[in-house]
């Protein structure tokens, strides 16, 4: 498997295990209404309602200690 695969797959077993009963437990709070859950659970964790990649918060946390040092 390549790293990209695995990548991938590491993603999908994350949002499985950990986002998804975050996502059905909001819905839950909107009547079912999944779309709103995942608005809700973003406007939380992410008040500029958009989710990073993996790749861009180790490239800020890298930035960040890269000034730390300078």
Do not use: Y
């Amino acid at each position: 498997m390549g790293p990209i695969r695995r990548a991938v797959s590491w993603r999908r077993r994350f949002c499985d295990a950990v986002i998804q009963p975050q996502i059905e437990a909001r819905a839950a709070q909107f009547g079912g209404d999944r779309t709103s859950a995942i608005r809700d659970l973003l406007k939380e964790k992410q008040p500029n309602l958009m989710l990073l990649p993996p790749e861009r918060i180790g490239e800020a946390r890298h930035d960040q200690q890269l000034r730390a040092i300078t």
